[in-house]
């Protein structure tokens, strides 16, 4: 069983940066594709960003540009540097990983969740 937990999650004004970190238990963590989701009242869950083991990346065009996906395998942990923040980037963050180790934007690529993080952006 892999546990998530997310981290980094609070107030910041429109323009502002955050940075959320994800730490994984388990010994096949640099195996996986970790990914980052989020989720606004009323909506559904959406895709923000993925990191495969290999390093490569892919995001959503929301977030192109402003956000950065990283991983750091000797800590067993993904992070995500959110620059440039928005309200409409306000949401419950979750990070996600999955053992077919894939640049998944939907959530059924994934097999195991955190509890997420809230991030609220003012104007």
């Known amino acids: 069983q892999v546990q998530l937990v997310e981290s980094g999650g609070g107030l910041v004004q429109a323009g502002g940066s955050l940075t959320l970190s994800c730490a994984t238990s388990?010994?096949?963590?640099?195996?996986?594709?970790m990914g980052w989701f989020r989720q606004a009242p009323g909506k559904e869950r959406e895709f923000v960003a993925v990191?495969?083991?290999?390093?490569?990346?892919y995001y959503a065009d929301s977030v192109k540009g402003r956000f950065t996906i990283s991983r750091d395998n000797a800590k067993n942990t993904v992070y995500v540097q959110m620059n440039s923040l928005k309200p409409e980037d306000t949401a419950v963050y979750y990070c996600?990983?999955?053992?077919?180790?894939?640049?998944?934007?939907?959530?059924?690529?994934?097999?195991?969740w955190g509890q997420g993080t809230q991030v609220t952006v003012s104007s």
């Open positions: 388990g010994r096949t963590f640099r195996s996986y594709a």
């Open positions: 990191i495969r083991s290999d390093g490569s990346t």
């Open positions: 996600a990983a999955s053992t077919s180790n894939v640049l998944g934007t939907s959530t059924s690529w994934y097999d195991y």
